[in-house]
C-alpha cells in the first residue's frame, strides 16, 4: 500500500471511530497538513462516501479501503464490529461527558460546566452516524435480521439521553448561585460514581455479549435508589430550616431535586440498556412495562 493510500484509510478510520469536527482537528490528530486532508478527502465527498459533518457511507468505506489494497472480505458480521466500535466510542466520550459535568459541580466552574454542555453536540453527531451506519448495513446484507440492526440505534439513542442527563447536571452550576453543601455532596459523588460503573456494566454487557452482568447491575440500582433516596431526605431537612424569602434560595433547591434526579435516570437507562443486550444477544423480549411502574 503506497503512503498516500495508507494516509488516506487513516483519515476514514479517524471520521469513523473519533468523531472530529473538522479538517484542521483531523490534520492534527494525524500529524499532516490540513491541506493535505482536503486533497485527499474532495473526491470523496464529491462522490457521496464521505459527507459534510464527517459521516461514511459504509458502502463506500468497504470499496475505498478494498481499492487501496488493505482490506479483507470478512464474514457478515463486519458491519456489526464497525458499530459496536462506533458504539465503544460513543460510551466512551458520554463518560468524558459525564465527568466533566460532575467535575463542573465539584469546582463549582462556569467554564468547565459550559465545555461539558458543549460535548453534546459530538453525543448527537454519533447518534447520527450510527443510524445512517445501521441503515446502510442493513441494506448490504439482505439477510440480516433488521430488528437486531435497531437495537443498535436504541442503545445509541439511550446513550444519547444520558448525554441529555449530562447537560442538566451542567446546567445545575451555570443556573445556580449556591454551591452544594457538602453533606449532600458526598451523596451525589456516591450516585455519580455508581452511575458511572452501571454505564460501564451495560455497554459491557451488549458491545461483549455479558448478560450476566445484570445482577451486578441490579444491586448498582439499589445503591443509586438508596443514595437518591438519602440524598432528598438531607435537603428536605435543609429546606425545612431555610427561608424561601429569597427566590435564588428556593431555585437552589428547585436545580438540587433536578440534579438528583438526573443520576437516579442516568441509572435507569443504564439498567434499560441492559435489557437490550439480553434482547439482542439472549433472545429473550425486553419487559412491555415501563420502568416507573414496575
Known amino acids: 500500500m503506497s503512503k498516500k493510500d495508507e494516509t488516506l484509510k487513516d483519515i476514514l478510520d479517524l471520521i469513523l471511530y473519533e468523531n472530529p469536527s473538522t479538517q ?38 468497504e470499496r475505498v479501503v478494498e481499492s487501496v489494497g488493505n482490506y479483507v472480505s470478512a464474514p457478515d458480521t463486519k458491519g456489526n464490529v464497525l458499530i459496536n466500535d462506533m458504539l465503544a466510542n460513543m460510551a466512551k466520550h458520554v463518560h468524558s461527558q459525564l465527568e466533566l459535568s460532575f467535575d463542573a459541580v465539584l469546582e463549582y466552574d462556569d467554564d468547565i460546566a459550559s465545555k461539558a454542555l458543549e460535548m453534546d453536540y459530538a453525543t448527537n453527531n454519533m447518534v447520527e452516524k450510527i443510524r445512517t451506519s445501521v441503515e446502510t448495513i442493513a441494506s448490504i446484507n439482505q439477510h440480516s435480521e433488521i430488528s437486531k440492526s435497531m437495537l443498535y440505534n436504541e442503545i445509541a439513542y439511550d446513550l444519547e439521553r444520558i448525554g441529555d442527563y449530562c447537560g442538566h447536571i451542567a446546567k445545575f452550576v451555570i443556573n445556580d448561585v449556591y454551591e452544594v453543601d457538602e453533606n449532600v455532596l458526598k451523596k451525589l459523588k456516591k450516585m455519580y460514581k455508581t452511575s458511572q460503573s452501571m454505564i460501564s456494566l451495560s455497554m459491557k454487557a451488549f ?15 439499589d445503591t443509586i435508589q438508596i443514595m437518591q433516596s438519602k440524598a432528598i431526605n438531607l435537603i428536605a431537612t435543609q429546606m425545612a430550616e ?53
Not at 484542521?24 to 485527499?40: F, H, N, P, S
Not at 450476566?212 to 444491586?219: A, N, P, Q, V
Open 242 to 294: 431555610s427561608s424561601f424569602d429569597e427566590k435564588e434560595r428556593s431555585n437552589y433547591f428547585i436545580y438540587l431535586f433536578r440534579l438528583i434526579k438526573a443520576f437516579k435516570r442516568i441509572g435507569d437507562i443504564s439498567v434499560e440498556m441492559m435489557d437490550v443486550a439480553i434482547e439482542f444477544h439472549d433472545n429473550i423480549p425486553r419487559p412491555t412495562t415501563p420502568r416507573t411502574f414496575r
Open 24 to 61: 484542521d482537528e483531523i490534520a492534527e490528530k494525524l500529524g499532516i497538513t490540513r491541506r493535505y486532508v482536503t486533497q485527499l478527502l474532495q473526491p470523496l465527498v464529491k462522490e457521496g462516501t464521505v459527507k459534510r459533518a464527517y459521516m461514511i457511507d459504509l458502502k463506500g468505506y
Open 207 to 221: 458491545i461483549e455479549g455479558k448478560t450476566e452482568l445484570k445482577d451486578d447491575l441490579m444491586e448498582l440500582e
